[in-house]
């Protein structure tokens, strides 16, 4: 990385928290000020978790291969953060939710998202340790996705949450679920994933409104924060994106002589 | 004492968090900063943690490995639906795993090895099936999706597709149909795709600083 790169990273950071703990601070004590736009999806969840614990059938939720110390390992995070928000409220119900990932580093996370999610509950002498489930990938993540049909139907699966980082084959277990009348809700951080995802899902949720789980779920005004925080930062980086646009497009109508005029304006040159 | 606890955890997580990004992003051209990282050796604490997640990563391969077979020895010990494809599952793994601790022991050779056959001829032939029923499943999604309800959204992502799809067909005179897929892949779906990467992207630092600086502390419980 090279000097300029690593000042613009490390102003990004700053940035990053800066606004992440003046937003955070000013939700918790203004909480009321702000309402969360709607997505069908998260609507949608405690509506498909009051429909397993009537049906007496379990909830599942997968990570696809969002792992913890590679790339996608923040993905992993909101995945979990999702699958507890689910859990905590499937906990009451006689059949547990079915967590599955096909990446190893995440079952530790699953593990202990289960446990907390039970713990909250104060069901933990009922956590179901078993139903985290790792399935192999193999090359292209499609012996994932032909083990998550099966199970589909052998565990007689309510509904899925398929959050997580999937390529197209998540088609496979979307329309396997379809097939069975049971919900989906899916959303990845791979573009081909995610246009499947957007077919097949009842409500589909898109890019980062997956790591928004906790807001929508939760309500928590940390949690809101990170919503409020995403959308400060956004309409600073579309800013950042007009104003270089904007300029190029003025020099190039009046031949150079609009940054001129603004630099200038700001007392420059 | 849980109380103790989790600031403990949360000091650690921050403490461990900061050191490793500093590590990380502050090269040697960087003034007192980087004066600051190499007198303090930041750079090397940062890679010993790196390969501390590494070596953790590894190991949690034989976690998964446990998990599978606990998790399908218990379904074929209750007689659950599906317990014969469990019980195949559990009797191929065990197969596999003896095979390859006999194939690094040197009692079975040939080349090629006769795990890489198992893998090659039975997995990827498998798998390479499977991937070609994606195509169904995709046009099942697109026929589902309006069946749900016709809307300009939906109506815009199925005519892309035709319009990609027809693309793609051998044709005799194709010049339009291909100069529109071009322009749709290099204009509409571009723009699309890079939005939708760059929100995943400003999520995935917020969340990472929400971590770092311990606005979100699921790890304290």
Not at chain 1, 73 to 94: D, M, V
Not at chain 1, 131 to 158: C, E, H, I, N
Not at chain 1, 194 to 200: I, N, P, S
Not at chain 2, 73 to 95: C, D, M
């Amino acid at each position: 990385m090279d000097g300029t790169n690593q000042v613009i990273t490390i102003l990004i950071l700053l940035l990053a928290m800066a606004v992440s703990v003046v937003v955070t601070q000013f939700i918790r004590r203004r909480r009321s000020l702000v309402a969360l736009r709607p997505i069908p999806a998260y609507q949608a969840i405690p509506l498909r978790v009051g429909e397993a614990i009537e049906g007496n059938r379990p909830l599942h939720v997968s990570f696809g291969s969002a792992s913890l110390g590679g790339d996608n390992t923040l993905l992993a995070l909101a995945s979990a953060e999702l699958f507890y928000q689910a859990a905590a409220r499937a906990a009451i119900g006689a059949a547990p939710p079915i967590l599955t990932m096909s990446d190893t580093t995440a079952i530790p996370l699953g593990q202990d998202t289960l446990r907390r999610a039970y713990q909250s509950r104060g069901l933990l002498e009922r956590y179901p340790r078993g139903q985290v489930r790792w399935y192999p990938a193999g090359a292209r993540s499609v012996a994932f996705a032909a083990a998550l049909t099966a199970m589909l139907g052998d565990d007689r699966v309510a509904s899925s949450v398929l959050v997580g980082s999937f390529g197209p084959e998540v088609a496979l277990v979307a329309e396997a679920a379809a097939r069975r009348d049971q919900g989906v809700i899916a959303a990845s951080d791979q573009l081909a994933g995610q246009a499947a995802a957007f077919a097949l899902s009842d409500q589909p949720l898109i890019g980062e409104e997956i790591f928004t789980a906790g807001a929508y779920l939760s309500e928590s005004a940390s949690q809101v924060g990170l919503v409020v925080t995403l959308d400060v930062l956004r309409l600073l980086l579309i800013l950042g994106m007009l104003i270089p646009t904007a300029l190029a497009v003025g020099d190039a109508i009046l031949d150079g002589r609009f940054s001129a005029a603004i630099t200038r304006l700001l007392g420059g040159g | 004492m849980r109380r103790l606890g989790a600031v403990i955890t949360s000091a650690l997580v921050i403490g461990i968090g900061l050191l490793t990004v500093a590590g990380l992003v502050v090269g040697g051209d960087l003034g007192w900063l980087s004066a600051i990282v190499e007198a303090f050796r930041i750079r090397d604490i940062s890679s010993i943690f790196l390969q501390l997640a590494t070596i953790t990563a590894a190991t949690t391969i034989l976690i998964g490995i446990l998990n599978l077979l606990v998790v399908h020895l218990r379904r074929v010990g209750r007689r659950e639906k599906g317990w014969g494809y469990s019980l195949l599952l559990v009797l191929s793994a065990l197969a596999v795993i003896v095979l390859a601790v006999l194939e690094r022991a040197g009692v079975l050779k040939g080349e090629p090895a006769l795990t890489t056959i198992l893998f090659e001829s039975v997995q990827v032939s498998i798998e390479s099936a499977l991937a070609g029923l994606v195509l169904f499943a995709l046009v099942f999604g697109a026929y589902r999706l309006m069946r749900r309800g016709v809307s300009w959204p939906k109506l815009l992502f199925v005519l892309a597709l035709l319009l990609v799809l027809l693309a793609a067909l051998p044709l005799s005179a194709p010049g339009l149909l291909t100069s529109a897929r071009d322009w749709l892949l290099a204009v509409p779906v571009s723009a699309g795709a890079r939005g939708i990467l760059l929100g995943i992207a400003l999520a995935t630092v917020v969340t990472g600083v929400r971590v770092l600086i311990g606005l979100d502390r699921s790890y304290r419980e």
